[in-house]
C-alpha cells in the first residue's frame, strides 16, 4: 500500500475517512501510532481486508465500518446488470467477513450492506444508483456509531462519579469507533463537563494498543491518563485507586459472555476479587443472539512473532513454543453491567439481552 502523510482534519484522530474529492477510503495507519500518523489511501477492497487484517485499523466498530466502504469499493467498477451488482456484492461480503473472525461488527456491517443492496435491488433500483447508496450506506454507518458511542458515554458516566479511577484494557477509544470509542466516550464525556476521572490504561501485551493507542488519544484529548503494564492492574486496584474497571468488547454472547482483548479476562476476575465494578461498553451491534455462550464465539489466533519479537527485536529464544491468541472470554458472573446506547443491562443477562432487542 502506498503511504501519503496527512494530518488529520477533525481536531480528533478519525481512524477512518471517506474522501469525496478522490473516491477513496482514507485509512489511518494505527500501526505507526503513536510516532507517525498515515493514512493509506485505500481504493480496492483486497486493500481494506489487508488493512483489517494486518491491524491497520482495528477495534470492532471501526472493522465494520471499514469493511462497509470496502463492499463498495468492490463493486464500484462492476457493470451490467442489477443481478450482477447484486451477485458482486454478495461475493465481496463473503470475502471482506474472512478478514478477521471474532468482532461480530464486522459481520453485522456486511450483513446490513447487503440487505440494502437487496432491498434497493427490490425497489428496481439502477446500478449506478445503487453503487451510490451502497457508499451512503457505509458512511451512514460510520456517522450513526459516532451518535452511539456518545449515547453509550451518557449512560456510562452517569455510573461514575468526580475523582473516580477507572481501569481500561486495550483500545475500546475513538480510534476504535467512529469517534468517542465505547469505553472512553464516558472519559471524553467527563472531560468536556469537568469532570475529573483518573484513567489506568493497561499496556495491552503483545501489541500494545493501551500504551499505543488509549494512552495516546487520551492524552491528546488531556485526560488524565496513567499507563500500566498490564501486570500492574491488580497492584493497582489492591492500593483502592480503581473503582470502575471498562472495557469494550468484540462480540457479547446470548448469555452475557463477553469476548475481548487477551487479558480482559484477568482484569474482570481482579475487579471482582477487589470489590470493583466491571463494565463492558458496546454498540448493540456487538450483542450477538446468535451465539449462545462465549464458547463459541470464534477466537482469533494470531502470528507468534507478536509475541517474541513485538518490540522490533527479538525478546524470546528462536523456535519456542508460542500461544497467542488475540482475545478471551469473560465469563458472564464477573461482569457488572453491559452499557449499550439503549441503556444499561445487568444480568440475568439471558433474559434481558433478549429483552433488549425484542423491544426495538
Ligand atoms: O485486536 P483488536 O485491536 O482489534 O482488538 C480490539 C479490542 O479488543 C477492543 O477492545 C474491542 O474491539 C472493542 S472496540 C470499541
Redesign the pocket.
Known sequence: MDNIDNQAAASWLQSVRWNSAENQLDLLDQRLLPESIVYLPLTTSEQVWDAIKQ?AV??????GITAAFGVYLGVRDVTGSREKLLDAVAKQCEYLATS?PT?VNLFWALDRMKQRAVVLAAEGGEPEAMKQALLDEARLIQSEDEQTCRLIGEHALALFEDGMGVLT?????GL??ARY???TAPMYLAQERGIQLKVYADETRP?L?GARLTAFELQQAGVDVTLICDNMSGAVMSKGWVQAAI????RVAANGDVA??IG?YSVAVLAKAHGIPFYV??PMS?IDLSTPTGADIPIEERHEDEITQGFGKRTAPQGVKVFNP??DITPNEYVTAIITEKGVIRAPYQDNLKKLFTEE
Do not use: E, M, W, Y
Not at 482495528?58 to 472493522?63: K, N, T, V, Y
Not at 484494557?169 to 477509544?173: L, P, S, Y
Open positions: 491491524l482495528r477495534g470492532a466498530p471501526a472493522i478477521r468482532a484494557h486495550c483500545n475500546a477509544g476504535a469507533t470509542g465505547t469505553a501489541v494498543q472495557v469494550g468488547t468484540d475481548n482483548k480482559t461498553a458496546c456487538s488475540a482475545f
